[in-house]
């Protein structure tokens, strides 16, 4: 088949949804399709950010419209799905990524072939009082105007199968954006030295963006109480701060910065800034747990959580609002109340004194990580697309 993969960010663009598509991009030509990706960021494509764990000749061909998603950006996705003779569209959809404007929505509509969204997450932005009854509707919009629905998560699932008038509806998991490939000559103590830690300290590492959805706060929390204790615990903040889309994530970094300081704890951290996958790699790996302290509780639609899963680190998360199938308490993961520090810094404290126990945990993760490789979420979407057609 031949397929258009449209995503509001791309790398290099720093971003979970960019990543995504690249990786489904590469996956999908691994079998055999031909993977166009439609993005309206004007930026040259640097090779190096096109590259996959899955080896395949070519990458993806890459088609940048124009700067921001407008109506007449639809009339360009019509005519560029005519022009390469596109079997149907694949939408990733998050809000943020399209800087949260309406066109989008309607683009199942006048596409002009058949579509299927993938949403990434059905959380709505905050942009003013009672803004969000407006955006649900439009999300509504785009669910019921596309062919088909793939969800990443069981919580959207959840949500889209109550509210209806959907056509068909799949739920596929992410996958990791990063491989576990670590670079050459790895050292695991050099590594920590270049983090802030030594031998004996605690390292715990943080991946992903800081946003207010992430647990930010209660992650400084938990160290400053750690650090109260007389544990000898540091924080690695492993990859970029902010995402190319989200605005929002620039002023809550400065947020957490200020509570470190107030907290008396920002010498304890390591902030890597944006790292390529290798070194993110070498940095999950050097880490003793890798804390991730969602504030709406641990879920497979968080790239983050997928890729400490599939590195096979002991992690520590929240308690999911929704039953996440796979996820098990003590086995694969390590569970704790959102928004609490003193139960997160009690759980660190705890797994630290065990290091069977974060053995145990690193095996489950590793093993779960199993059942969501590229290969499968290419070829189950592969299946979804060929079901509209």
């Known amino acids: 088949m031949k397929i258009g993969l449209v995503s509001g960010e791309y790398p290099p663009q720093q971003g979970g949804v960019g990543d995504f598509t690249r990786e489904l991009a590469a996956a999908l030509a691994a079998l055999g399709h031909a993977a166009h990706v439609i993005t309206a960021q004007p930026l040259t494509p640097n090779p190096s950010n096109l590259q996959s764990p899955i080896s395949i000749s070519l ?8 700067s921001q998603w407008t109506w007449r950006s639809l009339a360009q996705v019509r005519r560029l799905a005519r022009d390469l003779s596109l079997d ?3 939408i990733q959809y998050q809000a943020a990524v399209y800087g949260m404007t309406p ?7 006048v596409a002009g072939v058949p579509t299927v969204v993938t949403f990434h997450d059905l959380r709505l932005p905050y ?8 955006r649900w509707r439009a999300v509504l919009a785009l669910a019921r105007g596309a062919s088909a629905v793939i969800v990443t998560n069981a919580e959207d699932e959840a949500r889209l199968t109550e509210a209806g008038g959907l056509k068909r509806l799949a739920h596929i998991p992410i996958g990791s954006n990063i491989a576990p490939a670590l670079p050459p000559g790895f050292d695991r103590d050099d590594w920590r030295a270049r983090l802030g830690a030594g031998r004996q ?10 946003n207010a959805s992430k647990g930010g706060e209660t992650l400084v929390r938990a160290l ?22 989200d605005p929002t ?6 947020q957490v910065d200020a509570l470190a300081r107030d907290l008396g704890v920002d010498a304890r951290i390591q ?22 302290p969602y504030g709406d509780g641990a879920s497979f639609r968080r790239g983050s959580l997928m890729a400490a899963l599939a590195h096979g680190c002991a992690i520590v998360s929240t308690t999911p609002a929704t039953a996440q199938p796979g996820l098990r308490d003590g086995e694969n993961i390590r569970l704790v109340p959102p928004g609490d520090p003193a139960a997160c810094a009690l759980a660190v404290a705890e797994l630290m004194a065990a290091p069977e126990a974060r053995a145990r945990l690193g095996e489950g993760a590793r093993a779960v990580s199993a059942e969501f490789g590229w290969e499968q979420i290419a070829a189950r979407t592969a299946a979804v697309i060929e079901s509209v057609l």
């Open 88 to 90: 149907a569209l694949n």
């Open 201 to 210: 300290d605690w390292l715990l590492g943080y991946f992903g963006f800081l």
């Open 103 to 109: 066109p989008i929505h309607f683009l199942p509509r």
């Open 271 to 292: 902030r890597t800034g944006f790292v390529p996958p290798p070194e993110v790699s070498a940095c999950l790996a050097a880490c003793d747990l890798v804390v991730l």
């Open 59 to 66: 990458p993806p061909s890459v088609h940048r419209l124009t």
């Open 224 to 245: 400053a109480q750690l650090a109260g204790q007389g544990r000898p615990a540091r924080l690695a903040l492993i990859g970029g701060r902010s995402g190319a889309s």
């Open 127 to 134: 942009l003013f009082p009672k803004a969000g009854a407006l």
């Open 249 to 254: 994530d620039v002023g809550y970094g400065a």
